[in-house]
Structures are given as structure tokens and as C-alpha cells.
């Protein structure tokens, strides 16, 4: 996999697509931290780490990794809490934006997720504390 933010970007995209209730994928350090940044922005319900089930799972080896599991949020009428995910930054186009300068999605209705050298937060929480850094996607 060249591009593992990409990868939960778009197995969150397919899966409210098709409506599923929760995606598992492979754990790593920064896609929890951006996965815990939409669970407190409220764009999902719950994410949390898990142990790959060995019984599930035929791989004996893959038994001993971490996962994270997120449950997705949907409205009443099966309207899903995020309409669409974009990938901004790609490991061959890196964007950066100065302090001040994170795109607003959609007049301030969406997320921009930064990586910035306090951690990773949204272009709202960037802006009071004037950082800058690579502007990694945007949701709404």
C-alpha cells in the first residue's frame, strides 16, 4: 500500500456508501489520531483499537496486529454524517499552507485535517493557534 491515509479515506468513503455500520483496517499511529479527531468533531461515532481475531482470521501472523474499528454515525433517515472525503496532500504533491491560510470547506460546514508540529488538528483549532503545515484532507 503506497498511501495508507488514502486507503482509510476511501474504506470510509465506500463503506457509507454501501451503509455499513463499522470498517476495520490496519492500526498506525496517525490514522488513529485522524480518526479520534473525527470522533470528537462528531462525524463518527466511535473509533477504537482492537486485536485482529485469530479464529476469524486464517493467517496465523496477522492474529498479532493491532486494528482499529470505526463505527460509523448516521442520521434517522439512514443520511450518512460525512458526505464526501478529498485527499489534499498525496505523497508525490505535498501541500502546505501558512498559519492563517487552511482552505474553510464548504463556508465552515467541513473539515480541513493539518498536520502541524503540535499533531494533527482541524483547520479551526490551526487557526487559534497559529500554525501551519500540510493540509493532509478535507471532509464535509
Known sequence: MVD???DLLTRIRNASAVRKAEVILPYSKIKF??????????????????EADAKKNKDVLAAN???????LKYSR???????????VSTPGRRIYVKKGRAPRVLDGLG???L???????TNKEAYKKGLGGELI???W
Open 65 to 71: 496486529f493491532k486494528q482499529i474499528k470505526i463505527i
Open 77 to 87: 433517515n439512514g443520511q450518512s454524517a460525512i458526505t464526501n472525503l478529498k485527499r
Open 111 to 113: 473539515i480541513s485535517i
Open 115 to 121: 498536520t502541524t508540529s503540535q499533531g494533527i488538528m
Open 33 to 50: 489520531e485522524m480518526v479520534s479527531l473525527l470522533e470528537r468533531e462528531g462525524l463518527i461515532e466511535k473509533a477504537e483499537i482492537t
Open 4 to 6: 495508507p491515509i488514502a
Open 137 to 139: 484532507c478535507q471532509i
